[in-house]
């Protein structure tokens, strides 16, 4: 593989993986079938609690390798940037404040192969069908660039791409999130909104697309504060857009107006299949990519999707929670529309404001437990502890009906429509005034020696 070291890309991070920590990468040679193997395999090696990343050589119906569980593991992504496991979420927040300009190049690796028009095909992409409850083959590792037609500002996101022909997709825009909006201002004008689906990139810019904060902010400059570097971009070949010049593959494409087509069912990251429904069509009129391209599958419902998510998430929720109680001290996702708060409360109803706070930081989120700094969010039987010893039901539970969740929850009435719930589980009115905790003396804790009774 060329271009290494010199960009902070795929391949440049696949090969310091190898270089440092050989276990962490498996390079399969024997042929896979991409309906249903190439899943089976990650999932076979999840129940024996393995996430190494794994290079797919030979797939079946295509000649482009696939690499899977990128961001299969804390450790992975803490290598990504350039911090521990345990600082993932304090750095991923130190580098939202800094914001660094992208880098305009006039060619890059990502053009070393053009197909347009009659070219293009996405049927010769891997076709993988992730389940056997999907409509068909996905692309889950695409990254939606766009801009906003009314400001002009940049969007990355993660939109699950069905394939639909040659040169046909079906995108799943999420209701009431940024590409949805642009898609909508667009269509509010007759026109279509272009599109770039990026496939193959560093993790650390892979992070950066799943930033969930202000459209007013710019997920490129995300991107490139995560990579420590700007994040050198090129014009595509048919779209007044700008992509990472060191991706693999670009689709450019357009989202056309007042069109829609059936989409789905497709196993979800909520562990659920979802049913068919009406959405966008994106039409590739170009494909660019490196010559020996490798493509990019998010096992998805597996690690590799489920903390790529959280932990930008995590950082969103506590960056909004901290500008409503300072004191905030740590924040999971721990399940599906779950958020674990815990603070360091310091006058009565703080509790409550963090749950205000989090509700409103983040579309996805229905449940959000807010305990006292003493709990360890990341261990769930502390959490279950407080809410056993510390919440009164009928005083400390707040829902809200009637607002917008995730249209991906299978438990809603109407698409995406759902009750919000949180719970104060902090002790009433404070920690210090809560009936105490009953402790062995820790200095004696520390001073005997089972040796001396067992
Ligand atoms: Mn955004």
Same mark, same amino acid.
């Given at each position: 593989?060329?271009?290494?070291?010199?960009?902070?890309?795929?391949? !440049?991070?696949?090969? @310091?993986?190898?270089?440092?920590?050989?276990?962490?990468?498996?390079?399969?040679?024997?042929?896979?079938?991409?309906?249903?193997?190439?899943? !089976?395999?990650?999932?076979?090696?999840? &129940?024996?609690?393995?996430? /190494?990343?794994?290079?797919?050589?030979?797939?079946?119906?295509?000649?482009?390798?696939?690499?899977?569980?990128?961001?299969?593991?804390?450790?992975?992504?803490?290598?990504?940037?350039?911090?521990? /496991?345990?600082?993932?979420?304090?750095?991923?927040?130190?580098?939202?404040?800094?914001?660094?300009?992208?880098?305009?190049?006039?060619?890059?690796?990502?053009?070393?192969?053009?197909?347009?028009?009659?070219?293009?095909?996405?049927?010769?992409?891997?076709?993988?069908?992730?389940?056997?409850?999907?409509?068909?083959?996905?692309?889950?590792?695409?990254?939606?660039?766009?801009?906003?037609?009314?400001?002009?500002?940049?969007?990355?996101?993660?939109?699950?791409?069905?394939?639909?022909?040659?040169?046909?997709?079906?995108?799943?825009?999420?209701?009431?999130?940024?590409?949805? @909006?642009?898609?909508?201002?667009?269509?509010?004008?007759? &026109?279509?909104?272009?599109?770039?689906?990026?496939?193959? #990139?560093?993790?650390?810019?892979?992070?950066?697309?799943?930033?969930?904060?202000?459209? %007013?902010?710019?997920?490129?400059?995300? $991107?490139?504060?995560?990579?420590?570097?700007?994040?050198? =971009?090129?014009?595509?070949?048919?779209?007044?857009?700008?992509? *990472?010049?060191?991706?693999?593959?670009?689709?450019?494409?357009?989202?056309?107006?007042?069109?829609?087509?059936?989409?789905?069912?497709?196993?979800?990251?909520?562990?659920?299949?979802?049913?068919?429904?009406?959405?966008?069509?994106?039409?590739? %009129?170009?494909?660019?990519?490196?010559?020996?391209?490798?493509?990019?599958?998010?096992?998805?419902?597996?690690?590799?999707?489920?903390?790529?998510?959280?932990? *930008? $998430?995590?950082?969103?929720?506590?960056? !909004?929670?901290?500008? $409503?109680?300072?004191? =905030?001290?740590?924040?999971?996702?721990?399940?599906?529309?779950?958020?674990?708060?815990?603070?360091?409360?310091?006058?009565?109803?703080?509790? #409550?404001?963090?749950?205000?706070?989090?509700?409103?930081?983040?579309?996805?989120?229905?449940?959000?437990?807010?305990?006292?700094?003493?709990?360890?969010?990341?261990?769930?039987?502390?959490?279950?502890?407080?809410?056993?010893?510390?919440?009164?039901?009928?005083?400390?539970? =707040?829902?809200?009906?009637?607002?917008?969740?995730?249209?991906?929850?299978?438990?809603?009435?109407?698409?995406?429509?759902?009750?919000?719930?949180?719970?104060?589980?902090?002790?009433?009115?404070?920690?210090?005034?809560?009936?105490?905790?009953?402790?062995?003396?820790?200095?004696?804790?520390?001073?005997?020696?089972?040796?001396?009774?067992?």
């Amino acid at each position: 593989m060329e271009g290494k070291g010199l960009q902070m890309d795929l391949r !440049a991070f696949m090969d @310091e993986l190898q270089a440092e920590t050989p276990a962490d990468f498996v390079r399969i040679r024997k042929p896979v079938h991409p309906r249903f193997e190439l899943t !089976a395999v990650v999932a076979k090696l999840e &129940q024996q609690r393995r996430r /190494p990343l794994l290079y797919f050589e030979r797939v079946e119906g295509t000649s482009f390798p696939v690499v899977c569980n990128l961001t299969a593991s804390r450790t992975r992504l803490a290598r990504a940037m350039r911090t521990t /496991p345990a600082g993932l979420v304090q750095r991923y927040l130190q580098v939202l404040h800094e914001g660094v300009e992208p880098h305009r190049v006039d060619t890059g690796p990502v053009k070393q192969v053009i197909l347009r028009d009659e070219q293009v095909n996405l049927l010769d992409l891997p076709q993988i069908v992730h389940h056997q409850e999907d409509a068909g083959p996905y692309v889950t590792a695409g990254i939606a660039i766009a801009r906003d037609p009314d400001t002009g500002l940049n969007n990355a996101s993660f939109n699950r791409m069905m394939i639909k022909g040659r040169n046909k997709g079906s995108l799943h825009l999420t209701t009431g999130k940024h590409l949805w @909006e642009f898609y909508r201002r667009a269509e509010s004008r007759n &026109q279509p909104l272009e599109v770039a689906l990026v496939i193959g #990139v560093h993790p650390a810019v892979e992070l950066g697309a799943v930033h969930t904060g202000s459209i %007013q902010e710019d997920e490129l400059k995300i $991107m490139g504060s995560l990579l420590g570097k700007p994040l050198e =971009v090129v014009r595509c070949e048919t779209l007044d857009l700008w992509v *990472p010049a060191h991706a693999e593959i670009v689709l450019e494409g357009v989202l056309l107006p007042h069109v829609r087509e059936e989409e789905g069912p497709f196993g979800e990251f909520t562990g659920y299949a979802l049913g068919t429904r009406p959405r966008e069509i994106f039409q590739v %009129q170009a494909i660019i990519h490196r010559r020996d391209a490798v493509f990019r599958d998010i096992a998805v419902g597996h690690a590799d999707h489920l903390l790529l998510s959280s932990i *930008p $998430m995590e950082a969103n929720l506590f960056r !909004a929670v901290q500008a $409503m109680i300072p004191s =905030v001290t740590a924040v999971r996702i721990p399940a599906p529309f779950t958020a674990y708060i815990s603070i360091q409360k310091r006058a009565v109803g703080q509790g #409550v404001n963090a749950i205000l706070a989090a509700l409103g930081a983040e579309l996805y989120l229905k449940w959000v437990v807010v305990v006292d700094h003493d709990i360890d969010v990341f261990d769930d039987r502390q959490v279950r502890w407080a809410l056993a010893t510390r919440v009164q039901p009928d005083r400390d539970v =707040v829902i809200l009906p009637n607002a917008r969740g995730s249209d991906l929850d299978p438990s809603t009435l109407e698409d995406g429509v759902t009750s919000k719930i949180g719970i104060d589980a902090t002790a009433h009115p404070s920690l210090e005034q809560f009936t105490p905790r009953h402790r062995v003396p820790p200095d004696l804790l520390d001073k005997i020696k089972l040796e001396d009774y067992l």
